[in-house]
């Protein structure tokens, strides 16, 4: 076996071999290191995802679960502009919200399972005596600020991104074939 060494040194063609071979060899090995997204924690219950309405986007935080839809928008001081909070059923039916401990003056929007909006309400600060979606076909319910769907256009009829929605499920950690949403 003969190495890159003459008897006067190392020739120029085997300094550009070892120096190949190097290259090769750190590139291999950074291929394999773990892609820091796979291994990432899901995004909690906190975190704001981009999901457009129509030509609209708003920055929502999904409630899944039963505690997070128990606790909702209470005791919040404030929501940002064009910020809210998504509640999403397993499978389509009449759905009522009140306002417990929530100081805000919200709008609320019941959408289909295709992510059509049915109908959208006004929610009164502290008020428990709840408002009822009249169609018994809502599988996601949008608060946001009092006044959002109006001043944005968005009216019964407007189409939600589903397609984003199950992504931010899916950040989530969670499966979005558990919910009824149409393709």
Not at 59 to 67: G, I, M
Not at 79 to 89: A, D, I, R, T, Y
Not at 173 to 181: C, D, Q, S, V
Request: aromatic share 8%; glycine share 8%.
């Amino acid at each position: 076996m003969r190495y890159c060494h003459e008897s006067n040194g190392p020739t120029l063609k085997c300094n550009i071999s070892l120096l190949l071979l190097s290259l090769v060899s750190c590139t291999l090995l950074i291929g394999c290191q773990p892609d820091a997204g796979t291994n990432a924690a899901p995004a909690s219950a906190t975190t704001y995802f981009p999901i457009q309405i129509d030509e609209q986007t708003l920055q929502l935080q999904l409630a899944l679960t039963t505690e997070e839809q128990r606790q909702g928008l209470m005791f919040r001081k404030e929501l940002p502009e064009n910020h809210g909070m998504l509640f999403l059923s397993e499978r389509p039916r009449k759905q009522g919200f009140w306002m417990k401990n929530t100081s805000l003056p919200l709008d609320i929007g019941f959408f289909d399972a295709g992510g059509r909006l049915i109908e959208v309400h006004k929610l009164f600060p502290y008020d428990e005596t709840g408002v009822a979606s009249r169609s018994d076909q809502i599988l996601i319910a949008i608060e946001t600020n009092r006044g959002w769907y109006a001043k944005n256009g968005i009216r019964p009829g407007a189409q939600l991104d589903t397609e984003s929605l199950k992504a931010a499920i899916t950040k989530r950690g969670l499966a979005p074939t558990a919910y009824a949403i149409e393709d």
